[in-house]
């Protein structure tokens, strides 16, 4: 995972979790990621401070066959991997959700 650039990790994710919102109306509860990614997001693409806002307000769940997938625990999920960017953005973005726009 460390051959990809922060920006498309972090976009990913990104995606997922306002693809998510845009379909369901409500923000994820969890990401489905590879621990791969999951490290990679921890250790060189966020900071400590916003790695911390970022699993306080959504939690990692790592899964080896995951495509960054954005789930509830309603069962309602975004398969990132399969549907890519949504269309539709949400009225708050992502970043502003978890509180990492600064970035």
Do not use: C
Not at 14 to 38: D, K
């Amino acid at each position: 995972m460390s051959t990809i650039a922060g920006g498309q990790t972090l976009a990913r994710i990104l995606g997922a979790i306002e693809g998510f919102y845009v379909t369901f109306g409500e923000w994820p509860s969890a990401i489905r990621l590879t621990p791969g990614y999951i490290r990679h997001l921890q250790n060189e693409v966020l900071p400590p401070e916003a790695f911390s806002k970022f699993i306080g307000k959504i939690a990692l769940v790592p899964d080896e066959s995951a495509t960054v997938v954005a789930e509830n625990s309603s069962g309602h999920r975004y398969n990132y991997g399969s549907s890519g960017f949504s269309k539709v953005k949400p009225p708050i973005r992502a970043r502003e959700w978890l509180g990492i726009d600064n970035l």
